[in-house]
């Protein structure tokens, strides 16, 4: 069933599209909701026990801040990607569908991963300890999910768009981590990291070594802001002696 506008303005009671603030669809058996795409001002959304498999009208919702689809049809967390660009999300409510799979743990941590400005999720509060284990554990997610196309039930030809917003992630996160690491290391009055060295660690790297390196890094990253002056110097103690260590390794290695 398609959530119509004329159903929107009667349930939100509202005059116009772009006036509704929140949409209350609990419970209607939905399974498109196309014209979320019209909703630039909505707040607040409860699509919960419904059958709704596809995200993507979300993605224009700007001033979200609760989301409610418990209890749908969403198959995967790929969908996430939908959300991961909702600068106000912070309420999402995600249990009861097939994408949480047989894995709580992972489940949680891959959504937090992609949506750490989440406040609650499945009704329960997130902390800054889930969300630095979010950065281990969780899945990170670069690509809408792969849709099928309804008359050949064949999976859409996307692949070559995935690979190349794979690529571009991959690029805006390199150059994300070395601001960030030599924004830390002139904190910490550290030279900083050449590009060049900075990304040679990664192409020649399997990509499990290269995932676990990213992940730990992106950890160090977020705790470092949690540290106080006396903390952050016992920190660059340590990494300058780390980094004798490995200056006189490749002076002997050359």
Request: proline letters at 5%; a negative charge; aromatic letters at 4%.
């Amino acid at each position: 069933m398609r959530l119509t506008r004329a159903a929107v303005l009667a349930r939100a009671k509202a005059a116009a599209l772009d006036g509704v603030r929140r949409l209350n669809c609990w419970g209607s058996r939905l399974t498109d909701i196309s014209i979320c795409r019209d909703l630039p001002n909505i707040e607040v959304i409860t699509f919960s026990v419904n059958g709704i498999s596809d995200l993507e009208p979300l993605n224009q919702c700007q001033n979200l801040s609760e989301l409610y689809l418990r209890n749908n049809n969403i198959a995967s967390l790929n969908e996430l990607f939908y959300l991961k660009n909702l600068p106000r999300l912070r309420v999402l409510w995600l249990s009861e569908n097939p994408c949480c799979g047989s894995d709580p743990h992972h489940y949680r941590m891959t959504v937090l991963r992609n949506l750490p400005s989440l406040q609650k999720l499945d009704n329960q509060a997130v902390t800054e300890e889930e969300l630095s284990q979010a950065l281990v554990d969780g899945e990170e997610i670069t690509a809408p999910p792969a849709r099928r196309n309804v008359e050949n039930g064949c999976p859409e030809s996307i692949e070559s768009s995935a690979a190349e917003s794979t690529t571009e992630t991959e690029s805006e996160l390199l150059n994300f981590r070395l601001e960030e690491t030599n924004k830390i290391r002139e904190e910490l009055g550290m030279k900083p990291v050449p590009r060049d060295k900075f990304s040679s660690f990664s192409p020649r790297e399997t990509d499990c070594n290269r995932k676990r390196r990213n992940n730990v890094l992106n950890a160090i990253l977020l705790l470092m802001k949690e540290l106080d002056a006396e903390s952050l110097e016992i920190v660059q103690q340590t990494v300058g002696r780390r980094l004798q260590a490995l200056q006189k390794k490749e002076l002997q290695e050359e």
